[in-house]
């Protein structure tokens, strides 16, 4: 059974900081893209990091140079280090993995971890 269990969100002030974290178990982890989304009342999800296998990462333009995503694949954990954040990060902030293989693409979702920033 696969499982993604987000933690580490929170009520934070605009200007901190908080690091969500991404526990996996049920997959080979390090065979897996995975990736922070989020969503807030009324939007629709949207990508805001991913980082591949290989540790490459990708950002949304809105998070570029206030958040960091990593990985341990020792621990099977995937990070969200956000910085500077504003009230406009508010959402509710999950976690991703993809694997494809021969054509065909497995895809998990975690339940999700609520991200507030008070202005």
């Known amino acids: 059974q696969v499982q993604l269990v987000e933690s580490g969100g929170g009520l934070v002030q605009a200007g901190g900081s908080l690091r969500p974290s991404c526990a996996a178990s049920?997959?080979?982890?390090?065979?897996?893209?995975m990736g922070w989304y989020r969503q807030a009342p009324g939007n629709q999800r949207e990508l805001v990091a991913v980082i591949g296998s290989g540790g490459s990462t990708n950002y949304a333009d809105s998070v570029k140079d206030r958040f960091s995503i990593s990985r341990d694949n020792a621990k099977n954990t995937v990070y969200l280090q956000m910085n500077s954040l504003k009230s406009e990060d508010t959402a509710v902030y999950y976690c991703n993995a993809v694997k494809i293989r021969d054509g065909v693409k497995y895809e998990h979702w975690g339940q999700g971890t609520q991200v507030t920033v008070s202005s």
């Open positions: 049920g997959i080979i982890f390090s065979m897996n893209a």
